[in-house]
Each structure stands twice: as C-alpha cells, then as structure tokens.
C-alpha cells in the first residue's frame, strides 16, 4: 500500500519531534552529569571558591574573645 503525502508528512514531523525530544534528554544528560563531576571536584578540592566556611569568633585588643563573627 502506498502511503499519501499527508502521512508521509506526518510521520516525518513525528520523527523529527521525537528526535528533538532524543535531543534534549541528552542534553539534560550531560548537563546532570556534568553537574555531577563540577560539585566531586569541588568536594575534594578544599581551594575552592564554592565550599563553605564557618565563622570564628575574633579576639578584642584585651584578649577577650568578643563572640563576633570574623
């Protein structure tokens, strides 16, 4: 059976929509995975900009510790 023109056009947007959504999962993909390796690195590198730091209590010029964040 030969397929018309209109399916034919159909099936191909279908394909081609399916394709942009293959597409974008693997974007997404990548972008996870990539994520994924930027907070490991950042984990074990203790230089980096991202990590967290606790505040210290600083000492006044007698010595006393003034309990006020650095």
Not at 11 to 26: I, P, S
Not at 34 to 44: I, M, Q, S, W
Not at 48 to 63: H, Y
């Amino acid at each position: 059976m030969i397929e018309s023109k209109n399916d034919t056009s159909k099936n191909l947007e279908k394909a081609l929509q399916a394709l942009k959504q293959a597409q974008q999962r693997v974007a997404n993909e990548k972008k996870k995975q990539n994520e994924k390796k930027r907070k490991a690195e950042n984990h074990h590198n203790p230089l980096s900009p991202m990590r967290k730091t606790k505040a210290r209590a600083v000492r006044n010029d007698e010595g006393k510790g003034t309990g006020k964040p650095r």
